[in-house]
Structures are given as structure tokens and as C-alpha cells.
């Protein structure tokens, strides 16, 4: 009984479907202007509609599909009714609040949850977080049933002997608000009931400016200067998924907890110097990112997304700072039609090194001086700067292509391309620090029919042995042609794009003629600033993991114990007709980069997560819930064994609170009625 009590609570936290429309003011908007990030799917009604068009639903409906889990299904029709029986049998009795057709009807229609903040305080008690978690969910037309659930649950939970919450009931405006506070901690949680939807959170201040901004329809994230510089170049309006982070103030919450554990910490390393530290994340670049936003819908069978990281041109530094090269395309023509994944980015390697020195000086300049001297000396024994002769060796292009998915234990077949600015003089630098290694790696070289080919070896006696086993299956490779170094994991695929670099001519065999991937090319060569693209064919990919995937269940066909018939596994081509390929791209701006994909796959991923966690953090509470007139009761009837006469009180006492709760009426229904007053 109790066990379906859990299960119970766990189907209420995840019957997440379409309801009413969002609010003309979303909570996102409310949230305080130094939120570090949220999440928000604010219209999920609309997003379980749209979803209908996209591949992963289609491949649901598919007539195999549908017979290979025809037994899974029946199965779950099964336990639904049986649990619904419990439900109602529960309900009869007074033991549950809501009928079994309140629960089938109970709808989510938008979620939003959001940290706010995140620190260490010091306390009576020493050191303790402090947390700062909003959360706001719509229930539509369900939000009385909800309201009854988690009232429920907030009476049950009171009743735990060990749970010692102080509990507090208030309004803020005409919205009941209830306040619990365990012991020794300043934090609490927040319940609101406003609307149609509940308002949750770790801080009574944060729930209460947010309810009363939504009561005033009075925005505050939402005009914060950086949120609209960031929101102003996505694509809300429609959006089924809305995401926010804001990195600098993440930041200062991770160095505000340093602080805290520096003063309080007693092993803490003297010698580390946080103001230091702070002064080279800056000068690294991390602080030239603001914040990230990102904003997905669907388009048919399409989800479309937009994401935008403000970093305004004045403000990079360290490794933002490097110069903007738009991707050369011209690699497109080395690239096989056939190929599953391609990529490309234009690179600055100098300001990678750049960066790193200067966060080094920034940190501590005396220091610095020593480390580069030392550095100088070194280099200056093995003939070579890695200013120059390593990070200066490449050029501002980098590619990469793979064949897809070779099977388990098979190296993936694929190749990358870096422009380079002279060969000969890398490869003699590579040499020089295979030396310092003192024979941990070599760089042996191979010459085959005038191609000089070199590969990585690595001393399998001085690496762990789980490394070991790793590369004895692959054999890193690289080759220089055109300016280009060429890298594989194997010298095959080393010689096969020399081979396709060596073709005269434009013959279109190659991957521009592949009709998916041309389709994105031209408006690929309409973008004004092209900083990067990565384009993925995912119904071969499917086919090539799907193939993986069905070797190892066939050896599940005769297990009779799962709740499928493996025979009847749907055909890879039935399911991957429905996919197709995929392009993102990346674009610099003088107020930050800005990057949009298409996809067959997207938005339902996040929006599934989201739930689970949602389903997750349901089962937890309502498993605390539910078993809390249990508890209650075993805790009752444990008579003392020491003490044998107040052992035999202690037993009348506990049978007369048994029968009191046999039914789970008595404590339950009082309890109720506490709350209703």
C-alpha cells in the first residue's frame, strides 16, 4: 500500500501535460536581477503539440515500434489501473486527497526553476551555504487538485517525528505563503499558492518580491541591462525552451565560497593568493563572457535554436581577445560525400599561449618573472620557444570530418585538417619535446611512395594500463600537404585525405555534393561573418549506433522476463527514414558571439531532463509523504525492553495511536483541518 502511495506521488510529478496559457507576465521576467541562471519551458501545452511533428514522435508511432513494445505498453495500461484502484481505495478511506480521476486529470502547464544565488555563511553554527532556489509551476485547470496534493504533503511531512520544521503561515498580499525552518541553518522553504500555479524557494525575501512583482505585473530580471542586451538577439517569442546563465556573477559566487573557506579553512594553502586568482581569470578571458542565453522552438519537424554570449568587443581580453578569421571553406572539397559529422572553426593558437602568460602575471608578476625564466632556460637547452615554435607554428584554420560510428573497439574512421605556417620547422619542434619526455613519446616517421607519414607511439610501460589497452587500438598519425597539417587515428586515414587532396579540379565528389548537407551550403555562403559550422548526419549516425546497439540485444532475445519481444525489434530503416541532418553555426558580433542551429533533435531532450529531475524530486517528497504515518506507528509499538512496566505503557499508548491511525483518517483529517483554518 505505502509502496503505491510512492508511486502515486511519482505520477503526479510527472502527468505533465497541456493545460492553459502562460501568464501575460512570466515568472522568468520576476526573477531577481542577479539571478546566476534558469530554466523556463513556458508553454508546454504547446510544446507537447509540436512535438507530435518531430522525428522522435514519428519513430514512436511507427507500426513496429509499436508492436515491439506491445507487451511493455499492455503492461503499463496494467499497472496504471492497478495503482488508480489503490488510489481510489486510498481515497475511499480518507488516506489519500484526491480521487483517481483528479489525479488523471492533474496537468503541468509551464515550469520554471532559476538559481539565484549561492554562497557560504558564517553562522552561529560555523559555516553553512546558503542556496538561493526558485521555482514556479503553472497547474491550469488542475491547480486546486495540485493544491490539495501538496498541502497533503507539507501535513504528512510535519507528522515525521525526526522532521523538527518550525512552521509558519503568512499572506503576502491575498496569496497564502507557508514558511518551514528546520533547525540550525537560515535557510527555509517557501511555499506560495498564487493562481493557478505555486511559487517554491530556498529564501522567504526572494518568494516574496517574486509573488509581489507577479501580483504588480512589475518585471525586474527581465530589465536588467544585460538580460536584454542577451534576449535581444535571440528568438523568445514562441519559444518552447528559454535558458539564461550569467557568468559573472557565477564567478563571483565561486570566488566569494573561496573567501569564505580561506578565512575559515584551517589546512588552507597560504600560499595561494585568491586576489591573485581573480586578477588572472580576468586576464585569461573568463570574465569577457557575461552571459549566455538561449532560446529553442520548433518549426515543423525542425527545432530551431538561438544562442547569444554577450561580450561586448571592448571588454575581451586573454583568450577572447584573438583575432576573428572568418572558416575558409575551401576544405569542403577533401571531405567524402559519405561523411557523417563535419566541423570547422577559424583559431588564434598565439593568443592561447598570450593568455596564458598574461593570467600568470596578472596572478603574481614576480613570480611570473621566475616561472618564464626557468621557462626561457629550458627552452633555450632544447633549441625551441613554444611562443614561437609551437603555438606560432599554426595558422587560424582547423577542420574535422568522421566517417560515423565503426563499431565497438574500432577506431572512428575521420580526419582533421590545421593550417600551419611551416611544416618543417613543427615537426622538429614536435621532436624536441618527444626528447623532454625522456621516452615517454616518439614521433617515428614512415615514407611510402614519396609520402612521408609520422606517428604518435607512447611507452605502454609508463602509462596506466587502462590507457594502454586504449591505444593499442588506435595509431595516431599526422602528414603535412597545402599548408595543412593532416591528423587521423591511423595512417590509412592520413593517406586517404592525402590522396583526395592531391585531386585536380572541381568534380563534386565530395561532400558539397551530398544533398543534405548542400541544402545548408548556400545559406551557409549568405552568413556576413562565418566563425565556425558543424554539420551531422544523424540518420547514418542512427544507423551505425542502432546497429551497435541491436548486436548486443540480441543476446536478450530469450529472456523471458523482459517485457518485450526482442524478436520483433523495429528495422534501423523503418525508424532512421524520419531523421535528418543537422547544421549549427557560429557568427562573431562587436556585442558577442551568436550561434543558431537546426536539428532534427532539441528541445524535447532539455524539456525530458527537466521533467525527470521535476518526477524525480516529486518521488522524493511524496516517498517522505507517504511514509509518515508508517513511521509513526513502528516508532509507537516499540515497547522498552529495560524498563518492562513502562515498557507495557508504552504499548497500550502505542496500540491506542495504532487505532487512531489504522485508517489514516484520525491524525490525517485533524491535520487537514488545521491547515484549513
Known sequence: MYFNRVGLALTAGVALAGATRAQSISFKDVLPTDTLMFFSAPDLDTTVAEFQHTALAKMWRETQMQDFLKE??????????????????????????????????????????????VEIKVGQFGPEPKIGVLLHADFGASAASWGKLVRFGIEALMQQPRNKFERTSGKIGDVELITLVPPRTEMSLNIAFVGNGIVIGLGKDQVQKAVEALQARKPILAKSPDYIATTGHLDNAGAEVEGYFHFGKLLDAVMGMLKVAEREAPNWPQQLDLAGIERAVTALGLRSVRTLGLASKYKGEKALTRSFMLSPEADRKGWCAGKQVDVDLGFLKWVPKDVAQVSASSLDFPVVYQGLVQALRAYNPDVADQLLARLGKLEEQVGMTLKDDLFGAFGDQMAYWSMGFSGLGAAPEGAAVIKVKDAKRLVETLQKVAKMTDGLIEFPSSERRGVTTWRLEVNANRVPQAAAMALATLQPSFAFKQGYMVIALSAGDVR??????????????????????????????????????????????????????????????????????????????????????????STVLKDGFLSTSVSPIGTEVVVGAVLLAAGGSAFAFGQRAAMAPRAMRVRAVRPAPARPKKGEEAGKEAGDQGGKGSGDKGSGDKGSGTNRK
Do not use: C
Open 72 to 117: 511493455a505498453l499492455q503492461l503499463g495500461t496494467k499497472k496504471w489501473g492497478e495503482l488508480m484502484g489503490q488510489v481510489k481505495q486510498m481515497h475511499d478511506g480518507g488516506g489519500f486527497p484526491l480521487s483517481a480521476e483528479e489525479v488523471q486529470k492533474l496537468r503541468v502547464s509551464s515550469l520554471t526553476a532559476a538559481l539565484t544565488s
Open 496 to 585: 586517404r585525405t592525402l590522396k583526395r587532396m592531391d585531386r585536380t579540379g572541381e568534380d563534386q565528389d565530395d561532400v558539397r555534393s551530398n544533398k543534405q548537407f548542400a541544402a545548408y551550403l548556400s545559406e551557409i555562403k549568405q552568413t556576413g561573418s562565418l566563425n565556425s559550422l558543424s554539420w551531422t548526419d544523424w540518420r547514418s549516425t542512427f544507423e551505425a549506433l542502432y546497429g551497435a546497439a541491436s548486436t548486443g540485444l540480441a543476446l536478450l532475445a530469450n529472456q523471458e522476463t523482459l517485457p518485450v519481444n526482442m524478436t520483433l525489434l523495429p528495422e534501423v530503416e523503418t525508424l532512421s527514414r524520419h531523421l535528418f541532418s543537422s547544421m549549427s553555426k
